[in-house]
């Protein structure tokens, strides 16, 4: 089952977003909205990377974050997300879609063991029908 790493920017702040991970962006998004995470209840979509699952995703989001931080464009831990409220957030950073993108250029997402074994497989048996039509 696909899971995704996404890319969520609060329209009223030019250049933080917060990056995650779900099965269900959309879903996130709502989440994200209701609680105003990191003081924002304007975020918005800005970028999916659709991985082969959950632990591709984790992994991917983890990788991009490491290269983030290293770069120092963490923005730390927020506090006070609301009213009462005692979550922190920790995944926001100050940078533009494009400079997360460049970053996600410089990784190489893992990828599923299984699917990988199908993906090549299948392209066995094409090359099979494929010589199987010329001879």
Known sequence: ???FVY???PESEGNVVKIGKA????????VMMKIGYCGFSDWKIVHTIELDDDRCARETERM????????GLWRGKVDNLRP?????????FNISLNGVLEVYETITPPRNK??????????ELELIIEQSKLG
């Open 1 to 3: 089952m696909s899971a």
């Open 84 to 92: 009462g409220d005692r979550k922190t957030g920790i995944e926001t």
């Open 23 to 30: 099965d269900d962006v959309n879903e996130r998004l709502d």
């Open 114 to 123: 299984k699917i990988l074994e199908l993906e090549q497989r299948i392209a």
């Open 7 to 9: 890319v969520f920017k």
């Open 64 to 71: 991009i974050k490491s290269r983030l931080k290293e770069q």
